[in-house]
């Protein structure tokens, strides 16, 4: 797989101002609206379509967008790393771990705040409480992480949290958002008050059955250099301003032989290569089995989370005296 | 029966292992990072050189308020590593690459001074912070800090580092956390 992969790298990515390249790429974007699953509108998977008789397959295909809420309950695709019965025993172990902690529905550009115990902290609890904002989510089963950054001192700080490790007490969502793309390590680049958030933010609160927000603020980014060379990124990601002066960077040598090395016509050709993405993707109806092992024991948990919400956000009248 | 371009559109990015690039995998390394530097040796012998590592010649930000510090950091001439006291690589050609709590050898305004990392660029483990900039705090001669005050965030997973490497008799690292405003 490995040599296969540095293959594809050494032909596709030599191409500097490669739109071929893009297209083979994954589709990186979600659809611009996703509806929440507690609401009872229909989802953006069955608008072009009248919703199927049957109330059953309806839900399956409502169940479809926890794609995008629960992304660690899908396996790694790749073929080496498939095992279906650990595959199992892992989502029940993520079943578990979830009745415990309360981790709630979030997205990359969604405000968290995660709190940990550490040992070595010098507070009373000996919990630590870290507010940022979601720029990277990825990784599959139990060792499912997210990135979260935030800008303390002036510095920014960046936190890799294990979502399903034990040390972490509590995930909460202060703001539930998303941006325009699934990836924001861009904000590293951009000036720092894009990536700051006070500490003491509180949770705003969404009326139920509200499509989640997408934030579509494109973010300039500094002058160069940056961590990346982002005026490569333009046709993948698009919350991003590139300032007018590019950097002038010396090419490579491979960059420069790059129209030799290009694998030219096979390029054009990969985006309608089904089989590749039939590998490197989890099929519908894969996940749709997946669903229906774990979706209603989802579902009740995140009534449950509901139902305390609401109790802690509900104050008891008082009585006047 | 689901027809395909419906499934296509349903279709999950793949989540597949590897660095920091996992989610491009169509663009090369070269390609992505403006400081990445081809090796010229034989593969068996390359070794990945990055920015981030703390290696000699890495220029890093004084974040205490010593004299020497303040004024480096105003002129715009942060001191640069000419030796980095750490375990990691030490015998390797390219020299020792420092991380968090290791003490380096710099050379600021002409002088000779020795520091602490208390800060990196390079990406962490779970649960240990990574900085936008690679920080680190001046020590004396027999290791107490030059400044009074730090003004960036450290982390607490350095405290049982500092700790360790502490010694009753000769060293004390623990008084710069007792110098720094605030923890993450």
Request: aromatic share 8%; proline share 8%.
């Amino acid at each position: 797989m490995l040599a296969g992969h540095f293959h594809r790298l050494a032909t596709v990515g030599m191409v500097s101002h490669a739109p071929v390249a893009a297209s083979v790429s994954r589709p990186l974007g979600l659809p611009s609206l996703a509806i929440r699953y507690s609401s009872s509108q229909p989802s953006f998977t069955d608008t072009s379509a009248p919703p199927p008789a049957r109330s059953g397959q309806h839900r399956s295909i409502r169940r479809r967008d926890f794609r995008f809420i629960f992304p660690e309950f899908l396996p790694d695709p790749n073929s080496e790393f498939r095992q279906p019965l650990a595959e199992k025993l892992a989502r029940q172990d993520l079943l578990r771990r979830r009745a415990q902690v309360e981790i709630p529905e979030f997205y990359v550009g969604s405000i968290v705040a995660v709190t940990t115990s550490e040992s070595y902290a010098h507070t009373a609890d000996k919990l630590t409480k870290f507010v940022g904002i979601v720029i990277e989510r990825g990784g599959t089963g139990p060792r499912a992480w997210i990135k979260v950054r935030n800008v303390v001192d002036k510095i920014g700080v960046e936190f890799l949290y294990e979502i399903y490790c034990p040390t972490i007490q509590k995930i909460e969502t202060l703001r539930l958002e998303r941006r325009l793309d699934e990836d924001l390590t861009y904000l590293r680049d951009a000036p720092p008050e894009y990536s700051t958030f006070p500490p003491d933010m509180e949770v705003e609160i969404l009326p139920e059955g509200t499509p989640v927000p997408v934030n579509d603020l494109k973010v300039p980014l500094r002058p160069a250099p940056w961590t990346r060379r982002w005026e490569r990124y333009t046709d993948r990601l698009n919350g991003y301003i590139l300032p007018d002066d590019l950097p002038d960077y010396k090419t490579s040598e491979m960059e420069r032989e790059s129209k030799f090395l290009n694998i030219g016509w096979q390029g054009q050709v990969m985006k309608y290569d089904l089989l590749l993405q039939y590998h490197e993707t989890i099929s519908v109806e894969e996940q749709d089995a997946i669903w229906r092992e774990v979706g209603d024991a989802l579902e009740t948990r995140d009534l449950d989370m509901r139902k305390v919400a609401a109790k802690r956000a509900f104050s008891k009248p008082t009585k006047r005296q | 029966m689901i027809s395909l371009l419906t499934r296509l559109e349903l279709a999950v990015p793949p989540l597949s292992r590897g660095r920091s690039l996992w989610r491009y995998n169509d663009v090369s390394r070269e390609a992505a990072w403006p400081n990445c530097k081809p090796s010229v040796t034989h593969h068996r012998h390359q070794f990945r050189v990055d920015t981030y590592g703390i290696q000699r010649t890495t220029r890093l930000r004084v974040v205490d308020n010593s004299e020497i510090g303040r004024e480096a950091m105003a002129l715009g001439r942060p001191p640069k590593v000419i030796g980095v006291n750490s375990g990691y690589h030490r015998k390797k050609p390219h020299g020792a690459i420092g991380g968090v709590g290791d003490r380096v050898t710099m050379a600021i305004l002409g002088q000779v001074k020795r520091g602490i990392i208390v800060g990196t660029k390079i990406s962490q483990k779970p649960g240990h912070p990574r900085f936008d900039s690679n920080n680190v705090v001046l020590i004396g001669a027999d290791g107490t800090p030059l400044g009074t005050r730090i003004h960036a965030p450290l982390s607490n997973a350095m405290r049982p580092v500092l700790k360790a490497k502490s010694h009753p008799k000769k060293v004390d690292y623990t008084k710069i956390l007792a110098l720094a405003t605030r923890f993450v």
